[in-house]
């Protein structure tokens, strides 16, 4: 609709998610949610951030801390809805102990270490989820939080 109505010109949204079965699992993205995987005690980004910032910094035009507090850090390169046509990224990954599925109001305020730490705890999906969201709105967060923990 943005596209077709001014009045929903410049709207769109982000995709994200993750296909798990027994052998691999699949990641997928368009925007700026994240796809988590924990094994080992460590976490890996299992997608790639479309924002003009993330860009940047895999082009070496800025540092990571700068990216941290850029002013366009959350202007999209690639969404649905803003451009004619998108092709999300597909990944296949190895299989996790966990996935972490995010949107940008939990992964923008909670470090990568503060989220391992509450993934890596002793506690249930429901509590450690809680816990996510709870930290991301301590530090501040004003965006909408989504998370999805899976358990593999």
Do not use: W
Request: glycine residues 6%.
């Amino acid at each position: 609709m943005s596209l077709s109505d001014f009045n929903y010109s410049g709207m769109g949204t982000t995709i994200t998610g993750i296909l798990v079965n027994s052998e691999f699992s699949i990641s997928f993205n368009c925007g700026d949610s994240r796809v988590y995987g924990f094994a080992d005690n460590n976490i890996y980004h299992l997608t790639s951030d479309h924002t003009l910032v993330n860009q940047m910094l895999e082009n070496n035009q800025i540092t990571y801390e700068e990216s941290l507090t850029h002013p366009k850090r959350h202007y999209l390169i690639k969404a649905i809805g803003i451009f004619q046509s998108v092709v999300p990224d597909v990944h296949k990954v190895q299989n996790m102990d966990y996935y972490l599925v995010c949107s940008d109001g939990l992964h923008g305020y909670v470090s990568d270490e503060e989220i391992l730490n509450i993934v890596s705890s002793n506690s249930t999906l429901e509590e450690k989820i809680e816990d996510l969201k709870d930290i991301s709105l301590m530090k501040g967060g004003y965006d909408n939080i989504t998370a999805i923990l899976i358990e593999k």
